[in-house]
């Protein structure tokens, strides 16, 4: 059984459910409108005939509220909209011919039959032009029998009339009056519904748009462009290999002892200072952050093919600008932490890891290179490769080469960046490289 507050609360909303669309919550709002219209102006009739002295029987307006009513209980405890649509359409055609019949003739009725009309009105609002005509054809079928039967009793019709002509005129008007204005409304309130549902649906749509562009802003967070783009069109496994990148390694000197005496609260200000500081920077240089690990952060030039032929100098300009935002801004490194840096440039790998949680992520010799001479650094210093230098001696100052033992590498010589040159040639890419 179904509780009283649940019931009032289908019947306020017209029976229409959270996942119905808008094109049925329009068509159930119709139809309960209508039949509030219906069922109310028979009553309104039936007094205002007896305000004209004409003592006519109340039984057929009755029996219509109460078929109406019964029909709509039925239709809010049950969701049985079909059933609800298809009873009140046959109403909105049968009551009218029945009340024009019990009446007389068209004259005396005051053309009574012609409030069918809004059956098939209804029709095209809730089922559909197609599905409209019958209840049109059926509304001409029954104008056709009562003029057969006004044709029939036009003999008695004359001499007995049960309705004087002057109230039969008066309600003609009214009729005619009344049904065009109904048609109007239901018309008026349909396009008014579909409006609101129309307007809802671009607020909604809006609303989509602005989380889809958040979701694509957090996927832009950790993918590359291109690799988002990608992922999106095909979903597949994405995996590149690339035979020229450069890529950089930071890592902040001390920081375990650092971070032993702070707060994690204290650790992560001071990271995120620093790391959102880099991020800056390798928008600026139009490089692209691959990740941090712990303490350490990595990116990398040569993935996109809009980074243009002289992506290892950006990387080098960018490793400058962090050296020297660390050692004169306050803001960001109030603690004055410094970093070590270690550029590679050669072959690698790249790719999506995993199905959750994804990253993309760099492998191969050079990203082993440009980690490990990270590591083997010196507080402020920046250390590259014999590729990189190679590719950067003409625009960079260099310390001269240090030899170093790399795991897995043996002896490997490393140079200490500097800076730019004051004067310094064109830049040029990767085939100006000479031995």
């Known amino acids: 059984m179904m509780h009283p507050h649940t019931f009032l609360a289908r019947l306020r909303n017209a029976g229409v459910e959270p996942g119905d669309s808008n094109d049925l919550r329009i068509r159930k709002s119709i139809m309960v409108f ?31 509220q109460l ?42 009725a005051s053309g009574a039959v012609l409030w069918g009309i809004l059956a098939p009105i ?23 029998i009562c003029g057969f039967v006004d044709f029939q009793l036009v003999g008695a019709a004359a001499t007995i009339p049960r309705v004087p002509p002057g ?46 562009e958040k979701s694509e802003r957090l996927l832009l967070n950790i993918l590359p462009g ?8 095909e979903g597949d496994t994405i995996v590149d290999g690339f035979a020229d990148v450069t890529v950089m390694f930071a890592d902040i000197v001390n920081f375990t002892s650092i971070a032993e005496g702070l707060s994690p609260k204290q ?16 928008e600026k240089h139009q490089l692209e952050k691959i990740k941090t690990i712990g ?33 004169n801004d306050p803001a960001i490194n109030d603690m004055g932490l410094q970093i070590r840096v270690g550029i590679g440039t050669g072959p690698i790998v790249a790719g999506v890891v995993g199905k959750k949680k994804f990253i993309y992520d760099l492998w191969g010799d050079t990203v082993n290179i440009a980690s490990r001479i990270t590591a083997e650094g010196t507080p402020g ?12 001696r003409d625009r960079y100052d260099f310390d001269l080469p240090q030899n170093i033992q790399l795991r897995g590498k043996g002896d490997t010589d490393v140079y200490r960046l500097i800076g730019r040159k004051s004067t310094a040639p064109e830049a040029t890419g990767p085939s100006s490289e000479t031995t």
């Open 34 to 64: 209508a039949m509030g219209l219906m069922t109310a102006a028979p009553m309104f009739w039936l007094a205002l005939y007896w305000l004209l002295g004409l003592k006519l029987s109340a039984t057929l307006p009755v029996a219509l």
């Open 67 to 108: 078929v109406s009513v019964v029909t709509l209980v039925i239709y809010i405890m049950t969701g049985g909209f079909r059933f609800f649509q298809y009873a009140q359409l046959g109403l909105f055609l049968f009551f009218p011919f029945i009340v024009q019949l019990s009446m007389g003739s068209f004259v005396s």
């Open 122 to 144: 209804v029709a095209v609002l809730v089922l559909g032009p197609r599905e409209s005509t019958p209840w049109f054809a059926a509304h001409v079928v029954m104008l056709a």
């Open 167 to 212: 109230v039969s005129g008066v309600f003609f008007v009214l009729n005619f009056a009344t049904i065009s204005s109904i048609a109007y409304f239901l018309l008026h309130y349909a396009t008014r519904q579909k409006q609101l549902y129309q307007t809802e649906f671009e607020q909604t749509h809006r609303l989509l748009q602005i989380e889809q």
């Open 226 to 233: 291109p690799i988002a783009k990608r992922l999106k069109q």
């Open 267 to 282: 650790v992560f200000s001071m990271l995120n200072k620093v790391f959102s500081g880099f991020d800056e920077l390798a």
């Open 295 to 327: 303490d350490a952060y990595m990116v990398a030039g040569g993935l996109n093919s809009d980074d243009g032929p002289d992506y290892t100098e950006k990387i080098a300009d960018m490793a400058v600008d962090m050296r020297a935002m660390l050692a």
């Open 381 to 392: 210093v920046i250390q590259v490769d014999a590729t990189t230098y190679r590719r950067l």
